[in-house]
């Protein structure tokens, strides 16, 4: 076949959430706002590198009848544009899809969170789910991504070739598995990139689900030319796995797996944040009004934690680290406020609600144990208020991010660029940002409440050149290594492959 | 140093139980009695083909006194003779040892048990356990050891070389991780092996537990000359976490590790039973009476467990799974029963207390659900009756064994020697017996429900002829790889790397 360089190449970007959320205003009218969450954010980062189709689910009535046309949309908003061609899987079939297979199935393997010895257990119900949900909505994200690559609506020989070779699709995350086999086939020139946002575990971990199951995970991350992860360990892992489960071939040193004939790479890209925006969105006057309101109210030290309210994030363990601190040293009562800014997440899963309900019994148990008449320990605020956050970020002394497991986390990033305290930077080891930034804060590991107790103790007596030292480096990591860097070094290695194999 | 070869050296084991157990009776006369446990039975194998003095923990205060007299004692029992020498400590210490860190700790760790978004905690209890418990006992283990070693009550000097020479010593199992390399460091020319009984998970869940401890666990069993497993699987995931914990050089091809300018060998040799001794056993008048009245009241199918009361041992999967297999095929209701027979295990320690009641309960449910007017299908007997379990192996029709994970399962392996139907093996694939056993047996993932309702049926469905063919397979593996094979296998590679070191 005839190589096509990356610069004759057309987009299409394939994530279960869409940039923009259509919606149907209380009057029928059709509105438009952003999507939420990171992805969103670092994958418009992408198109406004290289244009083109964003491939989504359609989450809402206005979206479904978007996706009956069967053909991308135009949509400006905030001074971008966006093509956007929506899938629409009946709410059954998505509710298979996603709130059972990806979340909590695939979301608790990969961030080691079953309680093996209870959970899970694959009855019919779940293996249902895979094959009437998550088969099947990937299946209809295939679809469109064909369609897409042969030329969407303008149809086959219109221009663009059928068999994709003037395509490069970039798949997102766990919910799309088995979509870049399934375009390999149809498409066989397209070239296939799919990033997993998520940590990979290792191969004992991926038993846990059946072997079809696993395997077709495998098989479909492997239908693409580049899988990537955030960091080196997440690869070793995935490559370790592709020998371990598949009895593959794999080159730990190079980063290949030879698979069907072809060489896969697989390859660490740490995500990133673009801190110019960050730092635009924080000279806002609502995050203005929300640190006045801070600082009005703020005690001698300020710890903060932001995150969403999710299992992996080790919400309590926190918390109970707080409590041995206040126990340990006394001295620090009524001195500090730990400000926790927890976003409500995924509130249909039964294993999210129990959470939350945890979440807020230990708060209450360190605000009696240890609140007097007017100083409450822990301030918790489950909310979803990004000026709010802003603020916090300025301000805090200390920023506690102690997750289980985390693709990334991308508050340890934020926080050190607007952070005007040389805060100190309490890191879990085992956030895929310690590759980057363990050696500039005080790693932790996560089920060491001993261990967080000291780190909290340590940050708040840190002595201040030494604060200063640690803040500045954060800050020179996270500059040098922008969301910008991150979306060049993946099209570097994609122009790289596509030369490789022309 | 001058070599000396296997022949020229004297045997000292270490295990935290001994062969045997002396307490007093109620008139204050010391008795003696046979140890409990599967480790009793195969170390005493070891010691009938080569004598020497077994270390062991004081459990009794028979047993305290005889530890404070600082020599091993001869005891003689059943026809065999042992050399016991007692290590007598504390009360607090011994429970920071056995019910903290070994139980749960370590084992949740090993079978991958820990319900991370919950547990562990790693407070100051744990690491006081660790410090005061687990770090204390084995440092006295290790003085008796070397105290042996050198010679024991006969003193250094007295003929055996004061730097270990001559000796060979077999440590066992997760409770005496940090034995050897006191051992070596006192005694540099020791022979020193190691048997890990149970499971060895992968690097990312061994950094559930802080730095320091982990890397004493890898550190200490790197102090020995060989380091030994059941199955190929544990020896490489024990080789990969050097390389990823401690980043040693390692050779997975050869199975050795370069540490400290020496090569560790790390080997497998899955462990088995010894055919004659068990169906001397099951010849017994006990065991024939427990037969008859198995049969007298036996339906047209037996189906059979027998386990330690162990979270790892996945029992209340097994019955949802009976539950499920009677919604699916109710045409065998009132036709089998099955059998469940479960030693009481750790009563001392919370998790297994919730275990027991959580089994009972399921046992309830079930039985309520498909029982009839004269018909429970579920027998559940918590007893520790060795002649019932000889009798139910000689007449099951199937027997499961369903295991999160074991690191090898001697039910497996004991259930097809005496059984006489040409029962069915249902066999956890993460049961170390799956690597010698799962072409012949129905494989099953211990998570899929769906999947042990499937096997339980096939099972019962099967062919005469194909049940006979497996049957007669397991049999023939078993018998040709009896526990006599495993104690050779071990001592041809110590006398070889004695060899090649000479």
């Known amino acids: ?32 706002t952003r999507g939420p969450g990171g992805l969103v954010t670092v994958l418009t980062e992408v198109l406004r590198h290289y244009r083109g189709t964003w491939v989504a689910a359609a989450l809402s009535d206005a979206e479904r009848r978007l996706a009956a046309e069967e053909r991308a949309v135009e949509v400006a908003l905030d001074g971008e544009e966006y093509r956007v061609r929506y899938v629409a899987p009946s709410p059954e079939a998505y509710h298979k899809y996603y ?66 070779r003037d395509a490069v699709v970039l798949l997102h995350d ?10 390999r086939a149809a498409c066989p020139g397209a070239f296939l990139h799919q990033f997993i ?10 038993r846990v689900l059946p072997t079809q199951i696993r395997e077709a995970v495998f098989r479909g991350l492997l239908g693409n030319d580049v899988v990537a992860f955030h960091t080196r360990h997440y690869v070793s892992n995935f490559l370790r796995g592709c020998a371990d489960l598949l009895d593959l071939e794999v080159d730990e040193a190079r980063g290949v797996v030879r698979y069907d004939g072809r060489e896969v790479w697989v390859r660490a890209y740490p995500v990133s944040i673009d801190p110019a925006s960050l730092r635009d969105a924080a000279g806002s006057s609502r995050a203005h009004v929300a640190e006045l309101e ?27 680290a707080l409590d041995r601190f206040l126990e340990l040293h006394p001295e620090f009562k009524e001195r500090l406020t730990f400000l926790a ?39 918790l605020r489950i909310q979803d208020d990004f000026p709010v956050t802003l603020a916090a970020y300025a301000q805090y002394d200390v920023l ?41 804060s005080l790693g932790v590991n996560p089920f060491d409440i001993e261990g967080q107790a000291e780190a909290l103790h340590r940050a708040l007596t840190m002595p201040a050149d030494e604060r200063a030292d640690r803040a500045g480096m954060l800050r020179r990591v996270v500059e040098e ?22």
């Open 99 to 164: 709130n059972i297979v990806s979340n909590p199935m695939l979301w608790f393997i990969q961030h080691y969170l079953w309680d093996l010895g209870r959970h899970p257990d694959i009855r019919a119900e779940e293996m249902d789910a895979w094959h009437a949900g998550y088969v099947v909505v990937n299946g209809q994200f295939a679809a469109a991504v064909i369609d897409e690559v042969r030329g969407g609506a303008a149809g086959p020989g219109s221009g663009p070739s059928g068999d994709g």
């Open 400 to 440: 506690l991010v102690n997750a289980i497991s985390d693709g990334m986390n991308l508050v340890a990033k934020e926080g050190p660029i607007l952070n005007r305290h040389d805060g100190v930077l309490v890191l879990s080891e085992y956030a895929g940002a310690f590759e980057e930034l363990g050696a500039f």
């Open 174 to 183: 766990y919910q799309l598995y088995l979509v870049a086999a399934d375009v």
């Open 481 to 502: 290594n922008s969301v910008e860097k991150w979306v060049q070094a993946q099209f570097t290695d994609i122009a790289a492959k596509l030369d490789a194999e022309g």
């Open 1 to 32: 076949m005839e190589g096509v360089g990356l610069a004759q190449r057309r987009l299409v970007v394939a994530a279960n959430r869409g940039p923009v959320s259509f919606h149907d205003d209380p009057s029928g009218e059709p509105v438009v």
């Open 294 to 320: 801070l600082v009005r109210r703020r005690r001698e030290y300020l710890l903060l934690r932001v995150d969403r309210l999710d299992l992996s994030k080790n919400i309590i363990r926190g918390f109970v």
């Open 197 to 206: 946002h998520i940590p990979w575990p290792q191969s004992d971990y991926w």
């Open 341 to 379: 800014l927890l976003q409500p997440s995924r509130e249909d899963v039964e294993e999210y609600v129990t959470y939350r309900e945890r979440v807020e019994r230990i708060v209450a148990d360190v605000n009696t144990r240890h609140g007097t008449t007017d100083w409450m320990p822990i301030d």
